[in-house]
């Protein structure tokens, strides 16, 4: 089986991909309330592309996949694209970042497609303020889809939640509590200067440690290893069935492991979150490039993958291209 590294000797085997950049809220901390402007139905890559790519990347040694938007689950048969790229030789595994609204429609059919987790964002577990923050979103789809998409047994749930001074910040204690009575991965995300120019002030903004204090009034909080963690580091009040996650982007920059690369719901390939260089595979594509030439274009944003990233929480980042159109 291949295996590419990068020139920091990073293993590449895992790819993000944005497949709209179109989404069904507007939270306050990643759109504008009037929403973005959007990519052009033309300029979104169809899943035959897609799916070429992630064949092509297959080769290189990509062996995990994770889709994301915008809200994925807004795009039409998703399901189709999952089983075709489950059916790509050297693909282990393929999950789904999403908001949840619409998961009970869609979980079932997508763990038979051969989805194999869910990553679900959810930022209170109060109806008014989830509305709130939501700009508009209800609550109780969410909780239903989470309970669906358990039952199609896509395991672990994770939990998502970005705490933000004055917003959510007093939940942090209840989301953490889910883990005492759950199998939930409950993870706790640093909010990002990025893509929320209207809220980001750097006082709003809440470090991992501060967070990790504040659910460690429960009980103390014991470390524990889940194999693929990926960027969290987890941790489990005693006996718990759920555990709690921590990742850092502004304080624990996990940079020296970072196995990804990001396809963008345009096409572009982006090394780095917080970078903007990015190369253009959908031009290339569509200009009728060989198999040869898109690996080419795969490997050099490898060869560029930067050693790492300097954002911090007194740097303003808020210019770089919102989370949704990059793919979160
Ligand atoms: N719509 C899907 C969802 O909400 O899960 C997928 C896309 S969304 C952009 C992916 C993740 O990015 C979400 O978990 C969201 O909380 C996170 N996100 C967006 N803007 C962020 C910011 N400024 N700081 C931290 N996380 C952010
Ligand atoms: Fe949409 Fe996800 Fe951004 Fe919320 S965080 S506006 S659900 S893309």
């Not at 991909?17 to 979104?44: A, F, Q, V, W």
């Not at 990509?62 to 795009?75: A, C, H």
């Not at 399901?79 to 790509?88: D, H, K, M, R």
């Not at 970072?258 to 903007?276: A, H, I, V």
Request: include cysteine.
């Amino acid at each position: 089986m291949s295996l590419i590294k990068d020139k920091y000797q990073r293993i590449i085997d895992y790819m993000r991909i944005s497949i709209t950049d179109r989404c069904n809220l507007r939270c306050i901390y990643c759109m504008p309330s009037e929403g973005i402007k959007p990519i052009e139905h033309k300029d979104i890559l169809g899943y035959e592309e897609i799916i070429r790519i992630v064949r092509i990347a297959a080769g290189l040694g990509v062996r995990k996949i994770r889709l994301t938007g915008g809200e994925p689950l807004i795009r039409k048969d998703l399901p189709y694209l999952v089983s075709s790229i489950n059916s790509i030789g050297g693909i282990e595994d393929i999950s789904l970042t999403t908001n949840g609204l619409l998961l009970k429609k869609y979980a079932r059919s997508l763990a038979s497609a051969g989805l194999r987790r869910v990553n679900v964002s959810l930022d209170s577990l109060r109806p008014e303020r989830y509305r709130e923050i939501t700009r508009g979103g209800d609550i109780n789809d969410v909780l239903e889809g989470i309970d669906e998409a358990e039952n199609a047994g896509l395991l672990p749930i994770k939990i998502n939640m970005v705490p933000i001074r004055g917003f959510n910040d007093d939940e942090i204690e209840e989301f953490a509590r889910l883990t005492l009575k759950t199998s939930y991965n409950v993870r706790f995300i640093e909010f990002m200067p990025i893509g929320a120019k209207e809220i980001w002030d750097h006082e709003k903004y809440i470090s991992t440690e501060e967070i990790k204090e504040r659910a460690s009034k429960i009980a103390p909080l014991i470390p524990v290893k889940i194999r693929r963690s990926g960027p969290a580091r987890y941790f489990r009040f005693e006996g718990a069935p759920g555990v709690v996650g921590f990742i850092s982007p502004i304080t624990h920059h996990f940079c020296n492991s970072c196995n990804r690369l990001r396809l963008t719901s345009d096409g572009k390939l982006r090394p780095c979150l917080f970078s903007e260089t990015e190369i253009d595979l959908k031009s290339a594509l569509r200009c009728g490039a060989s198999d040869e030439e898109i690996e080419r274009l795969l490997r050099l944003s490898i060869e560029i993958k930067p050693e790492g990233h300097s954002i911090n929480h007194e740097k303003c980042f808020t210019h770089l291209k919102p989370m949704s159109k990059i793919g979160g």
